[in-house]
């Protein structure tokens, strides 16, 4: 389990969570496996096949099998707040680790990263490449103040700004969130008017999604973001005029009472 950073309670939650019901001699737990080890590797079904002495024919049922269970029921785990109290939660949860009272109508933090893929054929490959020479898929999350995923949106090539793939995803074409008087955390480049760009990270390690207490040491890397072509002007939509306001705040700390 130590090469998937996972541990046995995580296992037992996501076994719970998928179909377990198989009409042949594997078993759920290997076939979990098995698509836990492909994820987190990287490698080809080959590789995958000779670790766990499987057929590399299974080996592809099994990860298409189990990627279509985890899609079920993703929505299980990953969704937004649900009730204002779980709401009230989180905004003060970012007041907390913040400790300032300007993150109280904190309503999720926002970023993107880049899925390394093996592009399409043809010209049209080359838009996956991005800034960094790699060719990839922008993954898009929203984060609670625990760092669980609560919206998540896929697909669009790596050479797309990061703005841009906001704009096209349904939390922003949709209006769904955040709620009224809230904003969500963001770096400049974001259109959203009603985000803002946090004072300082906010993480020191990430746990699992799962919620069954797995860390994972973030991977940090300075921002070398550049507007792309028709993005700029940003500024007057952006959360620039948040981040003065928070500025130039002077409220003293939150103390235990307030969280």
């Given at each position: 389990?130590?090469?998937?950073?996972?541990?046995?309670?995580?296992?037992?939650?996501?076994?719970?969570?998928?179909?377990?019901?198989?009409?042949?001699?594997?078993?759920?737990?290997?076939?979990?496996?098995?698509?836990?080890?492909?994820?987190?590797s990287?490698a080809?079904?080959?590789?995958?096949?000779?670790?766990?002495?499987?057929?590399?024919?299974?080996?592809?049922?099994?990860?298409?099998?189990?990627?279509?269970?985890?899609?079920?029921?993703?929505?299980?785990?990953?969704h937004?707040?649900?009730?204002p109290?779980?709401?009230?939660?989180?905004?003060?949860?970012?007041?907390?680790?913040?400790?300032?009272?300007?993150?109280?109508?904190?309503?999720?933090?926002i970023?993107?990263?880049?899925?390394?893929i093996?592009?399409?054929?043809?010209?049209?490959?080359?838009?996956?490449?991005?800034?960094?020479?790699?060719?990839?898929?922008?993954l898009?999350?929203?984060?609670?103040?625990?760092?669980?995923?609560?919206?998540t949106?896929?697909?669009?090539?790596?050479?797309?700004?990061?703005?841009?793939?906001?704009?096209?995803?349904?939390?922003?074409?949709?209006a769904?969130?955040?709620?009224?008087?809230?904003?969500?955390?963001?770096?400049?480049?974001?259109?959203s008017?009603?985000?803002?760009?946090?004072?300082?990270?906010?993480?020191?390690?990430?746990?699992?999604?799962?919620?069954?207490?797995?860390?994972?040491?973030?991977?940090?890397?300075?921002?070398?973001?550049?507007?792309?072509?028709?993005?700029?002007?940003?500024?007057?939509?952006?959360?620039?005029?948040?981040?003065?306001?928070?500025?130039?705040?002077?409220?003293?700390?939150?103390?235990?009472?307030?969280?």
């Amino acid at each position: 389990m130590r090469t998937l950073n996972l541990s046995r309670e995580s296992l037992k939650v996501l076994l719970n969570l998928i179909n377990q019901n198989r009409t042949h001699g594997w078993g759920a737990t290997t076939e979990v496996l098995v698509f836990l080890f492909w994820l987190a590797s990287g490698a080809s079904y080959r590789v995958v096949s000779r670790v766990f002495a499987i057929p590399r024919a299974t080996v592809h049922h099994i990860v298409h099998r189990v990627t279509e269970e985890v899609m079920a029921v993703h929505h299980q785990v990953i969704h937004l707040p649900q009730t204002p109290e779980d709401l009230g939660v989180m905004s003060h949860g970012f007041a907390g680790l913040a400790r300032h009272r300007a993150f109280l109508k904190a309503a999720g933090a926002i970023d993107g990263c880049h899925v390394c893929i093996k592009p399409p054929s043809g010209h049209d490959g080359q838009c996956y490449r991005n800034r960094k020479l790699f060719l990839s898929v922008i993954l898009q999350v929203v984060c609670g103040h625990q760092v669980c995923f609560i919206d998540t949106y896929v697909g669009w090539p790596g050479s797309v700004h990061d703005s841009r793939v906001l704009r096209n995803s349904p939390l922003y074409r949709q209006a769904r969130y955040p709620p009224p008087g809230h904003f969500i955390l963001a770096h400049g480049e974001y259109p959203s008017p009603t985000s803002t760009p946090p004072h300082h990270s906010l993480q020191e390690a990430i746990p699992s999604c799962l919620g069954a207490g797995d860390v994972v040491a973030p991977e940090y890397e300075p921002e070398d973001d550049v507007p792309d072509e028709g993005e700029t002007g940003l500024e007057a939509v952006s959360g620039a005029l948040w981040q003065d306001q928070l500025s130039a705040l002077e409220v003293p700390s939150l103390d235990h009472d307030d969280c």
